[in-house]
Protein backbone atom coordinates (compact mmCIF):
# COMPACT_ATOMS: atom_id res chain seq x y z
CA UNK A 1 0.00 0.00 0.00
CA UNK A 2 2.94 2.40 0.95
CA UNK A 3 4.16 1.48 -2.57
CA UNK A 4 0.93 2.64 -4.05
CA UNK A 5 1.12 5.72 -2.31
CA UNK A 6 4.36 6.79 -2.74
CA UNK A 7 3.64 6.36 -7.03
CA UNK A 8 0.66 8.24 -6.74
CA UNK A 9 3.02 11.06 -4.98
CA UNK A 10 5.95 10.48 -6.84
CA UNK A 11 3.30 11.55 -10.21
CA UNK A 12 2.00 14.96 -8.39
CA UNK A 13 4.81 15.82 -7.59
CA UNK A 14 6.42 15.80 -11.06
CA UNK A 15 3.41 17.32 -12.56
CA UNK A 16 3.71 20.28 -10.19
CA UNK A 17 7.90 20.78 -11.23
CA UNK A 18 6.81 20.42 -15.04
CA UNK A 19 3.88 23.44 -14.52
CA UNK A 20 6.80 25.40 -11.91
CA UNK A 21 9.10 24.71 -14.41
CA UNK A 22 6.37 26.49 -17.10
CA UNK A 23 5.69 29.45 -14.97
CA UNK A 24 2.34 28.10 -14.81
CA UNK A 25 1.86 27.67 -10.79
CA UNK A 26 3.71 30.24 -8.41
CA UNK A 27 5.85 29.02 -5.64
CA UNK A 28 3.93 28.45 -2.28
CA UNK A 29 4.65 29.02 1.16
CA UNK A 30 4.15 26.03 3.37
CA UNK A 31 4.22 26.93 7.02
CA UNK A 32 5.09 23.39 9.05
CA UNK A 33 5.23 23.19 13.23
CA UNK A 34 7.17 20.26 14.54
CA UNK A 35 8.68 19.02 17.31
CA UNK A 36 12.22 18.70 18.26
CA UNK A 37 12.53 15.07 18.55
CA UNK A 38 11.50 14.83 14.46
CA UNK A 39 13.63 17.61 13.63
CA UNK A 40 16.17 15.63 11.02
CA UNK A 41 13.66 13.92 9.71
CA UNK A 42 11.23 16.71 9.03
CA UNK A 43 14.24 18.79 7.67
CA UNK A 44 15.41 16.30 5.68
CA UNK A 45 11.46 16.08 3.68
CA UNK A 46 11.68 19.53 3.65
CA UNK A 47 14.77 19.99 1.82
CA UNK A 48 14.00 17.48 -0.49
CA UNK A 49 10.01 18.85 -0.81
CA UNK A 50 11.75 22.45 -1.65
CA UNK A 51 13.82 20.74 -4.46
CA UNK A 52 10.66 18.92 -5.93
CA UNK A 53 8.65 21.59 -6.11
CA UNK A 54 10.08 25.30 -6.06
CA UNK A 55 7.54 25.69 -3.23
CA UNK A 56 9.28 27.46 0.49
CA UNK A 57 9.08 25.66 3.78
CA UNK A 58 8.75 27.28 6.87
CA UNK A 59 9.88 25.30 9.89
CA UNK A 60 9.26 26.00 13.39
CA UNK A 61 9.91 24.05 16.51
CA UNK A 62 8.74 23.17 20.08
CA UNK A 63 7.78 20.51 22.45
CA UNK A 64 5.12 18.62 21.79
CA UNK A 65 3.14 20.21 24.98
CA UNK A 66 3.30 23.48 23.21
CA UNK A 67 2.10 22.28 20.38
CA UNK A 68 -1.15 20.98 20.99
CA UNK A 69 -1.50 24.41 23.01
CA UNK A 70 -0.62 26.42 19.97
CA UNK A 71 -2.93 24.93 17.47
CA UNK A 72 -5.74 25.06 20.11
CA UNK A 73 -5.06 28.28 20.65
CA UNK A 74 -5.85 29.59 17.31
CA UNK A 75 -2.36 29.61 15.55
CA UNK A 76 -1.96 28.07 12.21
CA UNK A 77 0.19 26.35 10.25
CA UNK A 78 -0.24 24.51 7.22
CA UNK A 79 0.90 20.97 8.59
CA UNK A 80 1.49 20.28 12.16
CA UNK A 81 3.61 17.35 13.79
CA UNK A 82 3.18 15.95 17.25
CA UNK A 83 2.42 13.18 18.82
CA UNK A 84 -0.41 10.52 17.74
CA UNK A 85 -2.12 10.88 20.70
CA UNK A 86 -1.88 15.08 20.49
CA UNK A 87 -2.49 15.27 16.40
CA UNK A 88 -6.07 12.81 17.35
CA UNK A 89 -6.97 15.29 20.14
CA UNK A 90 -6.19 18.54 18.03
CA UNK A 91 -8.96 16.28 15.04
CA UNK A 92 -11.06 16.00 17.61
CA UNK A 93 -11.12 19.39 18.41
CA UNK A 94 -11.84 21.23 14.87
CA UNK A 95 -8.54 22.30 14.19
CA UNK A 96 -6.41 19.48 12.12
CA UNK A 97 -8.55 18.20 8.86
CA UNK A 98 -10.04 14.44 10.18
CA UNK A 99 -9.16 11.54 8.68
CA UNK A 100 -6.10 13.09 6.93
CA UNK A 101 -3.09 11.98 9.88
CA UNK A 102 -0.32 10.16 8.66
CA UNK A 103 1.59 8.28 11.12
CA UNK A 104 5.60 8.00 10.15
CA UNK A 105 8.02 7.18 12.58
CA UNK A 106 8.58 5.51 16.48
CA UNK A 107 10.70 6.66 18.95
CA UNK A 108 11.88 5.16 21.86
CA UNK A 109 12.80 6.95 25.29
CA UNK A 110 16.77 6.91 25.43
CA UNK A 111 19.26 7.60 28.84
CA UNK A 112 22.19 9.59 28.54
CA UNK A 113 24.64 10.84 30.92
CA UNK A 114 27.22 13.95 30.81
CA UNK A 115 30.59 12.85 29.27
CA UNK A 116 33.13 12.49 31.77
CA UNK A 117 30.96 10.44 34.03
CA UNK A 118 31.73 6.41 34.28
CA UNK A 119 29.75 4.88 32.18
CA UNK A 120 26.72 3.37 33.60
CA UNK A 121 24.92 0.17 33.40
CA UNK A 122 21.49 0.58 32.46
CA UNK A 123 21.13 -3.28 30.74
CA UNK A 124 18.57 -4.56 33.74
CA UNK A 125 15.47 -2.63 35.21
CA UNK A 126 17.30 -3.55 38.75
CA UNK A 127 20.59 -1.85 37.29
CA UNK A 128 18.71 1.69 35.49
CA UNK A 129 16.69 1.49 39.73
CA UNK A 130 20.88 1.82 41.08
CA UNK A 131 21.89 4.31 38.45
CA UNK A 132 18.68 6.66 39.31
CA UNK A 133 19.66 6.27 42.97
CA UNK A 134 22.97 7.70 42.68
CA UNK A 135 22.52 10.34 40.23
CA UNK A 136 22.89 14.07 41.62
CA UNK A 137 20.42 15.37 39.00
CA UNK A 138 18.34 13.76 37.25
CA UNK A 139 16.45 15.55 33.99
CA UNK A 140 13.50 14.70 32.24
CA UNK A 141 10.96 16.55 29.54
CA UNK A 142 8.18 18.47 29.89
CA UNK A 143 6.68 16.16 27.07
CA UNK A 144 5.67 12.84 26.72
CA UNK A 145 8.41 10.71 28.04
CA UNK A 146 8.71 13.19 30.97
CA UNK A 147 5.17 12.33 31.96
CA UNK A 148 5.96 8.25 31.68
CA UNK A 149 8.87 8.51 33.09
CA UNK A 150 7.51 10.15 36.21
CA UNK A 151 4.83 7.23 36.31
CA UNK A 152 7.69 4.57 35.83
CA UNK A 153 9.38 6.33 38.83
CA UNK A 154 6.25 5.59 41.11
CA UNK A 155 6.05 2.16 39.41
CA UNK A 156 9.71 1.21 40.51
CA UNK A 157 9.29 2.29 44.18
CA UNK A 158 11.75 5.09 44.25
CA UNK A 159 9.48 8.28 43.35
CA UNK A 160 9.83 9.54 46.90
CA UNK A 161 13.50 9.17 46.90
CA UNK A 162 14.46 11.29 44.11
CA UNK A 163 11.73 13.62 43.35
CA UNK A 164 14.18 16.45 45.05
CA UNK A 165 16.79 15.14 41.94
CA UNK A 166 14.54 16.04 39.29
CA UNK A 167 14.55 18.87 36.82
CA UNK A 168 11.84 18.85 34.17
CA UNK A 169 12.72 22.37 32.30
CA UNK A 170 9.61 23.33 30.09
CA UNK A 171 8.21 22.36 27.13
CA UNK A 172 10.94 22.47 23.78
CA UNK A 173 14.13 22.32 26.25
CA UNK A 174 16.95 19.85 25.15
CA UNK A 175 17.82 17.43 28.11
CA UNK A 176 20.94 16.72 26.28
CA UNK A 177 22.17 20.08 25.79
CA UNK A 178 21.23 20.20 29.59
CA UNK A 179 23.85 17.44 30.49
CA UNK A 180 26.02 18.95 28.25
CA UNK A 181 25.98 22.24 30.05
CA UNK A 182 26.75 20.24 33.61
CA UNK A 183 23.12 20.89 34.65
CA UNK A 184 22.63 17.25 35.28
CA UNK A 185 24.44 13.99 35.15
CA UNK A 186 21.83 11.90 34.02
CA UNK A 187 18.86 12.40 31.40
CA UNK A 188 16.02 10.92 29.57
CA UNK A 189 14.69 11.63 26.75
CA UNK A 190 13.79 10.36 23.07
CA UNK A 191 16.46 8.32 21.31
CA UNK A 192 16.47 10.89 18.44
CA UNK A 193 17.20 13.81 20.43
CA UNK A 194 19.98 12.16 22.36
CA UNK A 195 21.93 10.48 19.71
CA UNK A 196 23.44 13.62 17.94
CA UNK A 197 24.18 15.93 20.97
CA UNK A 198 27.95 16.58 21.69
CA UNK A 199 28.93 16.68 25.12
CA UNK A 200 27.28 14.00 26.15
CA UNK A 201 27.04 10.09 26.32
CA UNK A 202 24.54 8.08 24.86
CA UNK A 203 23.94 5.00 27.00
CA UNK A 204 21.20 2.97 25.02
CA UNK A 205 17.44 2.70 25.05
CA UNK A 206 15.91 2.12 28.57
CA UNK A 207 14.99 -1.92 29.38
CA UNK A 208 12.58 -3.37 26.79
CA UNK A 209 10.00 -4.66 29.88
CA UNK A 210 9.92 -0.72 30.97
CA UNK A 211 10.29 1.03 27.47
CA UNK A 212 7.40 3.37 26.03
CA UNK A 213 7.24 4.24 22.45
CA UNK A 214 6.10 7.37 21.03
CA UNK A 215 4.21 7.61 17.39
CA UNK A 216 4.94 10.29 15.64
CA UNK A 217 2.29 11.74 12.85
CA UNK A 218 1.33 14.76 10.84
CA UNK A 219 -1.40 16.21 10.03
CA UNK A 220 -3.13 18.80 8.15
CA UNK A 221 -4.33 22.55 9.80
CA UNK A 222 -8.59 22.38 8.44
CA UNK A 223 -7.90 26.36 7.89
CA UNK A 224 -4.72 25.35 5.94
CA UNK A 225 -3.32 28.12 3.54
CA UNK A 226 -1.83 25.63 1.11
CA UNK A 227 -3.66 22.13 1.70
CA UNK A 228 -2.40 20.26 -1.51
CA UNK A 229 1.13 21.13 -0.85
CA UNK A 230 0.30 19.82 2.60
CA UNK A 231 -0.69 16.40 1.83
CA UNK A 232 2.00 15.91 -0.45
CA UNK A 233 4.58 17.33 2.04
CA UNK A 234 2.67 14.24 4.48
CA UNK A 235 2.87 11.82 1.86
CA UNK A 236 6.00 11.88 1.59
CA UNK A 237 7.10 11.20 5.20
CA UNK A 238 6.38 7.26 4.23
CA UNK A 239 7.83 7.39 1.22
CA UNK A 240 9.52 3.65 1.20
CA UNK A 241 13.02 5.20 0.32
CA UNK A 242 12.69 7.33 3.47
CA UNK A 243 12.98 4.97 5.66
CA UNK A 244 16.72 4.27 6.03
CA UNK A 245 17.08 7.70 7.19
CA UNK A 246 14.60 7.85 9.49
CA UNK A 247 16.43 4.91 11.68
CA UNK A 248 19.32 7.02 10.75
CA UNK A 249 17.86 9.77 12.84
CA UNK A 250 17.69 7.23 15.98
CA UNK A 251 13.83 6.36 15.17
CA UNK A 252 11.87 3.52 13.32
CA UNK A 253 9.70 4.04 10.30
CA UNK A 254 5.84 3.57 12.01
Known amino acids: MKIVHWFAVTIMLLVITLLFSAGL ?11 NAVKETITEIASRYERATGDRVVLSWAGTEAITKQISDGNMFDVVISTLQSIDKLEKEGK ?3 GRRVDFAKSAIGVAVRAGLPLADISSVDALKQLLL ?41 IGEMLAHGEADLGFQQVSELIHVNGIVYLGPLPSE ?11 H ?33
Do not use: C, D, H, W
Not at 210 to 220: K, N, R
Open 134 to 174: QAKVIAISSGTSGRYLTELFQRLGIAEQIKGRIKQPPSGAQ
Open 25 to 35: VNATELRILAP
Open 210 to 220: IQSITIYSAGI
Open 96 to 98: LAS
Open 222 to 254: SAASAPTAAMIFIKMLTAPNFGAFIIKTGMEPA
